[in-house]
């Protein structure tokens, strides 16, 4: 099992920063690919940025050289830092975290979500 636990959303205005936090308990070993996912009201869910077995960051369009990415592997945390925030940026925000199953499947793990609102 994994859990992960989210931290850091908040209200902040345009042009602002954010830094939103993710905590991995349990088997993080097995995690292969992190990363940060988001929900706009009447939207779908959507990729903001993710890693896939430690290699190079892939972004969303809308948040490239806005949001970066980054982990500390002993403390099993990862980042989301958000810059020049704008209010089309207001959404939940998902931690994310693929496992690897030793039947060779992968299995998805979600955090609860956070709250970030940009005001205009």
């Known amino acids: 099992q994994v859990q992960l636990v989210e931290s850091g959303g908040g209200l902040v205005q345009a042009g602002e920063s954010l830094r939103l936090s993710c905590v991995a308990s349990?088997?993080?070993?097995?995690?292969?690919?992190i990363g940060w996912y988001r929900q706009a009201p009447g939207k779908e869910r959507e990729s903001v940025a993710t890693?896939?077995?430690?290699?190079?960051?892939n972004y969303a369009d809308s948040v490239k050289g806005r949001f970066t990415i980054s982990s500390d592997n002993e403390k099993n945390t990862w980042y989301l830092q958000m810059n020049s925030l704008k209010p089309e940026d207001t959404a939940v925000y998902y931690c994310?975290?693929?496992?690897?199953?030793?039947?060779?499947?992968?299995?998805?793990?979600w955090g609860q979500g956070t709250l970030v609102t940009v005001s205009s």
């Open positions: 994310h975290a693929e496992r690897t199953l030793r039947s060779g499947g992968y299995l998805q793990v």
């Open positions: 349990g088997s993080t070993f097995t995690i292969n690919a």
């Open positions: 890693i896939l077995n430690g290699g190079t960051p």
